[in-house]
């Protein structure tokens, strides 16, 4: 017999009947087990438009997260029940890294979406069972947290996410409903017993006063749903004013890696409007947005009274300030600038938090004639050089400043030395008198800097 919560499911996948893929978000737990069943239910009947058209490929989706000791029988338990359906399986293994001040919780919703992002495709359909519960508890969570009016914000029903597009059709739906639902078609689902531990702030909520409220204000959903919709519409407004503010500050890709933001234009702004662009900025790159707290210590940066080293590192983002522009790009990795590397030529030399560096022929006359004892090392204080085809001698500090290389780049510009020689400067420059005969081959060095990918969002 059909439920009113399996017609509605049917009613809004119609709508996304031409996805080459319905994927759904398989976690085992009570929610996701019913959103698979219903939308298996919904994928079986849906109807033949015409001999050339082919519904959607269904698949069930697991992200483990190795968290809990038994996180690969419950991956098991959910191969089993899609293979028992007739659902193609698809599992992912994700490793779940924490920044600076993030929750395990927030770095395992990180991890798993950077997942989603790189497994969907164009044209696929990412189904997740968030509920009517779900997005209550969240935003009396982000209450009690002190969150501002954007961290209030209701879950979207509706995304894109990466080249795919993401959709919650449980949204309006209770958790009583969907554990009726389960009831009714004597569904069996994982128990994650951590889910009852009061330890954690969503149970505590969940269990323990959210019940309470249930007794004084029984319409406390249809209340707290009310004010989630004025929210979301006055956020509306303020992204609204955000894009006017950002007209004039186009981003681009940074060359050293990250986006780079012009900030002139935001400085004739109030700082309750720069606060606000800034958020909109990070919101519109699916990147983790900073507290009021985060924000605070981001002002002296942006109005260039902090040190050019300066930085602000949050949930796997680091936002940098340097000539004019508010640079978001990932943390860089650990480096030993004392350490020396020794390099022959054409050979492929990883240094971590620097990137790769080869020493590849140049041509006749061009590049480097190369020495003995050949290494990379770095910088210092107090290096000079000279490069091939200018006047004089310059401190390599200088040089550097000069060619508007970022501060937190400039001890990390491999060095070619030959012996106690400095002969080149990454594939910047030449010193001058280091480069080979007319009728020699030389060597340029290469350097690939490391690939900084973004946090998933």
Known sequence: MDTPLFSDIDRQLSAYADCKRWIVAYSGGLDSHVLLHLVQRAWAEMPQVNSQWEKPRLLALHINHGLNPQADQWQEHCARNARLAGIEFLSES????????????????????????????????LLMAHHQDDQIETFLLRQLRGSGIRGLTAMPAKRALGRARLFRPLLLTTRQQILDYAHQHHLQWIEDESNLDPVYDRNYLRHLLIPKLADRWSGYRKTLSRVIEQIDESNQLLDDLASI???DSRDKPYAWGGSALPLKPLRVLTWQRQKNALRYWLKKKNLPVPTAAQIRELRPMLEGGASPLAELRFAGI??????????????????????????????LLTIEGVGQVQLLPAGLGQGVLLRDNLHIRFRKGGERCKPLGRGG????????????????????????????????????????????????????????????????H
């Open 245 to 247: 503010d950002l007209e």
């Open 393 to 456: 001698t310059q401190s390599l500090k200088k040089l550097l400043q000069d060619r508007r290389i970022p501060p937190w780049w400039r001890d990390r510009v491999p060095l070619l030395y030959g012996g106690d020689q400095l002969l080149a400067v990454a594939d910047l420059w030449v010193c001058d008198g280091c480069s080979p005969p007319a009728n020699q081959v030389g060597y340029q060095l290469q350097w690939l800097r490391p690939e900084m990918a973004m946090p998933g």
């Open 318 to 347: 680091c936002l940098r300030c340097y000539n004019d522009q508010l640079i978001v790009m990932p943390p860089l990795s650990k480096h030993e600038k004392g350490k020396r590397y020794v390099i022959k030529k054409q050979e």
């Open 94 to 125: 994700v490793v779940v890294q924490r920044a600076s001040r993030d929750s395990l919780e927030n770095a395992a919703r990180r991890a798993r979406y950077l997942a989603f992002e790189q497994l969907l495709e164009t044209d696929d359909l």
